[in-house]
């Protein structure tokens, strides 16, 4: 079941920005671990990033994370000690995506190990996109 705070940055993700956002099995695990004011920072880091502009740069305000994980933007709160690393998209319809694949401590590269072992495993499928159809 979707968590209706992600329900509804979905509609304003959409109606001001032409974003969604997706979250994985796993990262809904690792989002429902935090406390209820966590969760809320960490949609509002979401929301601050698709208003910035969620693809890479020049093309918008996405910082590229390196290695195995090119192809993957990342989201740094230092004051809230936290990273999201997802894959931002633009899709045919000039809505973009973005897959969270994982949301950690900034802590050494513990979600950066994270989001390796979870690349191939984003699930496009998932639950929060079953309910936008």
Do not use: W
């Not at 974003?19 to 406390?35: A, E, G, I, L, P």
């Amino acid at each position: 079941m979707a968590d209706n705070k992600i329900v509804q940055l979905n509609k304003v993700l959409a109606e001001k920005y032409k974003t969604r956002v997706f979250f994985s099995t796993n990262v809904m695990q690792d989002y429902k671990s935090f406390s209820r004011g966590k969760r809320n920072d960490v949609l509002k880091l979401i929301l601050k990033q698709a208003e910035k502009g969620a693809l890479f740069k020049p093309d918008g305000n996405g910082n590229r994370c390196e290695g195995q994980l090119h192809q993957f933007a990342k989201i740094k709160s230092k004051t809230l000690n936290l990273r999201i690393i997802y894959r931002p998209q633009l899709c045919d319809d000039g809505i973009i995506e973005m897959g969270i694949i994982a949301i950690g401590p900034r802590d050494n590269l513990e979600v950066y190990k994270m989001a390796i072992q979870r690349m191939t495993a984003l699930d496009k499928t998932s639950e929060y996109r079953e309910e936008e159809k």
